[in-house]
């Protein structure tokens, strides 16, 4: 009777064993979108970091030059 209990036990072993395995390998692969989508948006707010400052450094050339002719024009 004992090795019955325990072949029922070692199947209830194997099962949660076997959904534990299910579990780690959907983390892995949610872990690994994860990574991804934010490496993307990182990227893209990078970008447009950078568009921003292009667009700030340029007003700041304008603005300089707006000043040379004003001093100039008096």
């Not at 921003?52 to 007003?59: E, F, I, P, R, T």
């Amino acid at each position: 009777m004992q090795s019955g209990g325990t072949e029922v036990a070692l199947k209830y072993v194997k099962k949660r064993w076997s959904f534990c395995q299910i579990l780690e390998n959907e983390l892995k692969k949610q872990s690994e979108e994860f990574s991804e989508n934010l490496e993307e948006e990182l990227e893209k707010q990078a970008q447009e970091f950078e568009a921003d400052l292009s667009m700030l450094n340029l007003d700041k050339v304008e603005q300089e030059q707006r000043a040379i002719r004003a001093e100039e024009a008096m």
